[in-house]
Structures are given as C-alpha cells and as structure tokens.
C-alpha cells in the first residue's frame, strides 16, 4: 500500500507561517510590471526622438508588384540583430494618410535608428517615377487644434488566417471618399503602423499552417500566411486591412518570408 506523500501540506503550512512571502511577491510582479513599462517608454523615446517624414508625391502610374517590393525592402532594414533586438526591440515604420482640408499628403514616418537613406532608397526602387521630400517629423494633427479624437484597430483573429491580398475595387476608395469630407481647417490622419514580426511567432504560425489541411473558412492553405497585429506592438507576414498597387499598404510578396509583420491602424 503506497502512502499519501505530505510534502504539499507541509509546504502549505510553511508558506502561511511566512505570510510576509505574499507580500514579497507581489512587490515583485509589480517590479517587473513597472520595469517593463518603463524599457518600453525608453524604447519609444528612442525611436521618436529625431524621427522624420518621408512625404511621397505618388507617380501618375505604378505596377501591380510595387506595395510588396517596398515592403520586402523595408523588412530588411527593420530586422535588427538578435541583440539589437533584445535591447532595443523592433523598430516600426507609419504610413500615413493625412488630410488637411481637402488636401491630401501620403507619407512615410521613420524611426530615428533607421540609418538615413535605407527607406528613401526602398521607395525609389519602388516607386522610380515618385518624388520624395524628406523632413523632421511632428505631430501628424497640429497641437494647436483644441478638439481632438481618435482611436485605433488591429485584427483580432489568430496568426494562421491570413488577410486577403485581392480585391476586385481599390480598397483604399472608401477611405478617400471619407478624407474628402474633411473640410476647412479641419485635420484628419490614418497611420498604418507595422514592423517585422517575432520569428517565433511566424514560426509557429506555420506550424499550425502545416497541421491544418484546409483553411477555417473553406479555402485549401497551400502556403502559411501569418497575420496578427496589435496596436502597440502590432503580426502577418504582409499587415494590413486592404492592400492595392499604389504606395499604401502591404502586400504579400512572392516566396516564402523569413519573418513577418506585425502592425496596428489608428
């Protein structure tokens, strides 16, 4: 007959006769909490702080493959070093959509630790007919407007479904029609935030791809696609709500990635 072992009830009784262990422990979660938050304000204040625009003047014509061999270019310039990354974590780029009236100006924001350069030359290799203009950045509504809101939005479904690439109209239609009712003196900005996704993240994206022979809603999944993204760091091989040929958002790229991306739209 084996005995019943009493080693949990005494560790049980050794715990509550030091009940200042609990208070222990909660001083060190909160430590780690409070740690953590303040590495990643720094990381922020890093990335911000000597940040500039890249404002595009779109050319009068662009090739369907455009959007995804600027965003396969721009992967490699966003992918640090492995301890790069554990340090100063993933950098992110903005496309920006920004209205003032009926005035419309695309550009691009770029973290100060992107050497100078990198994304212009992504965006002539793109775009060779586009000009560029290249300035500090700032606030992309003016501090002097005294009424402001805003909000953000990321996909919530998990890294295995992907979003859809092909669309039969321009996506980017509907958020046109709705830039062209700001009116005078009123301001109006959508940013597309997105960096690499965390290699592990895309790895087991696939793994659950591979284990699964057809896709959720029907359709066969040949080729993992990884997509997930969360406003403050936002993850999918190619990110974004809508893609389309000219310079805006994501587009899935031929070939199998390497890592993904991981992206949030306020």
Same mark, same amino acid.
């Given at each position: 007959? %084996?005995?019943?072992?009493?080693?949990?009830? +005494?560790? &049980?009784?050794? &715990?509550?006769?030091?009940?200042?262990?609990?208070?222990?422990?909660?001083?060190?979660?909160?430590?780690?909490?409070?740690?953590?938050?303040?590495?990643?304000? $720094?990381?922020?204040?890093?990335?911000? =702080?000597?940040?500039?625009?890249?404002?595009?003047?779109?050319?009068?014509?662009?090739?369907?493959? =455009?959007?995804?061999?600027? $965003?396969?270019?721009?992967?490699?310039?966003?992918?640090?070093?492995?301890?790069?990354?554990? &340090?100063?974590?993933?950098?992110?780029?903005?496309? +920006?959509?920004?209205?003032?009236?009926?005035?419309?100006?695309?550009?691009? $924001?770029?973290?100060?630790?992107?050497?100078?350069?990198?994304?212009?030359?992504?965006?002539?290799?793109? $775009?060779?007919?586009?000009?560029? %203009?290249?300035?500090?950045?700032?606030?992309?509504?003016?501090?002097?407007?005294?009424?402001?809101?805003?909000?953000?939005?990321?996909?919530?479904?998990?890294?295995?479904?992907?979003?859809?690439?092909?669309?039969?109209?321009?996506?980017?239609?509907?958020?046109?029609? =709705?830039?062209? +009712?700001?009116?005078?003196? +009123?301001?109006?900005? &959508?940013?597309?935030?997105?960096?690499?996704?965390?290699?592990?993240?895309?790895?087991?994206?696939?793994?659950?791809?591979?284990? %699964?022979?057809?896709?959720?809603?029907?359709?066969?999944?040949?080729?993992?696609?990884?997509?997930?993204?969360?406003?403050?760091?936002?993850?999918?091989?190619?990110?974004?709500?809508?893609?389309?040929?000219?310079?805006?958002?994501?587009?899935?790229?031929?070939?199998?990635?390497?890592?993904?991306?991981?992206?949030?739209?306020?």
């Amino acid at each position: 007959m %084996t005995a019943t072992p009493t080693w949990p009830a +005494e560790v &049980v009784q050794w &715990v509550i006769a030091r009940a200042w262990l609990a208070g222990v422990a909660a001083a060190a979660i909160v430590g780690v909490v409070f740690a953590r938050d303040q590495v990643l304000a $720094w990381r922020h204040r890093r990335f911000a =702080a000597g940040a500039r625009w890249l404002t595009i003047a779109a050319p009068p014509e662009v090739t369907a493959g =455009a959007a995804a061999a600027f $965003w396969t270019t721009v992967m490699g310039v966003l992918t640090p070093s492995l301890w790069r990354r554990r &340090v100063f974590g993933y950098p992110h780029i903005g496309w +920006e959509y920004t209205w003032t009236g009926r005035s419309l100006t695309i550009r691009v $924001w770029v973290p100060a630790t992107v050497p100078p350069g990198a994304v212009e030359a992504a965006i002539r290799a793109a $775009w060779p007919a586009a000009t560029m %203009t290249a300035t500090d950045a700032a606030a992309p509504i003016p501090t002097t407007v005294s009424e402001q809101t805003g909000g953000a939005h990321w996909p919530q479904h998990t890294d295995l479904l992907p979003l859809r690439s092909e669309h039969d109209s321009d996506p980017l239609r509907a958020l046109l029609a =709705a830039g062209a +009712e700001v009116r005078h003196r +009123e301001h109006a900005c &959508v940013q597309i935030l997105a960096r690499p996704a965390p290699a592990h993240r895309v790895r087991a994206a696939r793994r659950a791809a591979a284990g %699964t022979s057809r896709h959720p809603h029907g359709q066969p999944m040949r080729r993992p696609a990884p997509c997930r993204a969360r406003r403050g760091w936002p993850s999918s091989p190619w990110c974004g709500s809508s893609m389309c040929s000219l310079p805006a958002r994501p587009s899935p790229a031929p070939g199998p990635q390497q890592s993904g991306w991981s992206s949030g739209t306020r």
